[in-house]
């Protein structure tokens, strides 16, 4: 009589045995699941959480990196803190440029993959740029969407800031309007109930006329605000 034993509900693999086998032979069959899915976790914050998506300088962006300027934003810092402690609900991040919300965002993600946890930062245009790439190869918008669902932490950063319109290979002009949309309810119907991060530098009236009623209502649920507005720090040494 054989019996099935399950393991690793992500990657989707099983191992039979039959019964009354060695409890060790069961652990070295879950280990190996384990190394797959931690593979299968690497690969994919190589592929987003890489300089192919995050320039050099954000990539290393760290809590004690970050210099608040103002009591506002030294708040906003100990949520960041505390969210990558918890890492539970949704933080939406408005603010002005400069402010440092996607250096606070890739903090997080950095901390939280220092734990073993898997982590992903991208901007929304980027993510739509990549997407962009897999026209013609079935499934692989599906696969990417996917991916994003499955990891511990996600970091959609700059929604709002996507072009109007693009043209993809075969000269064929694309409403971002339209798809930006429906890629964003996407992500944000598979991250319901997972911790993620939004950034934006709209405010709430312009980015609710941007998204759509439906991805607001997503993008609220279960959502704590985080405002970070103040001066550019990057203009901070120009005085003009």
């Known amino acids: 009589m054989r019996q099935q034993y399950a393991f690793g509900p992500k990657a989707g693999e099983y191992f039979e045995a039959v019964k009354g086998c060695k409890c060790e032979d069961l652990a070295i069959a879950r280990r190996a699941v384990e190394n797959e899915e931690r593979m299968i976790r690497r690969k994919l914050e190589d592929t ?31 949520r960041f803190k505390q969210f990558a402690s918890d890492l539970k609900g949704t933080l939406l991040v408005p603010g002005s440029y400069g402010t440092g919300k996607s250096h606070l965002s890739m903090a997080t993600v950095n901390a939280v993959k220092e734990k073993g946890e898997s982590a992903v930062f991208i901007s929304l245009p980027r993510l739509l740029t990549k997407i962009k790439g897999t026209f013609g190869n079935e499934g692989s918008q599906d696969d990417i969407i996917t991916s994003l669902a499955d990891v511990t932490l996600l970091v959609l950063d700059d929604i ?81």
Do not use: C
Request: aromatic share 10%.
């Open 48 to 78: 987003f959480s890489s300089g192919s998506t995050i320039n050099d300088k954000l990539l290393h962006a760290t809590f004690e990196g970050y210099d608040a300027t103002t009591p506002e934003l030294a708040e906003a810092k100990a």
């Open 160 to 240: 709002g800031a996507e072009q109007v319109k693009y043209t993809d290979g075969s000269k064929t002009t694309i409403d971002t309007d339209t798809f930006s949309n429906d890629v964003l309810f996407q992500v944000l119907d598979a991250r319901m109930g997972k911790p993620t991060i939004y950034t934006t530098n709209l405010t709430g009236k312009d980015l609710r006329a941007r998204i759509g009623q439906r991805n607001w209502s997503r993008m609220l649920d279960d959502a704590d605000i985080v405002k970070m507005y103040g001066d550019d720090y990057r203009l901070a040494k120009f005085n003009f």
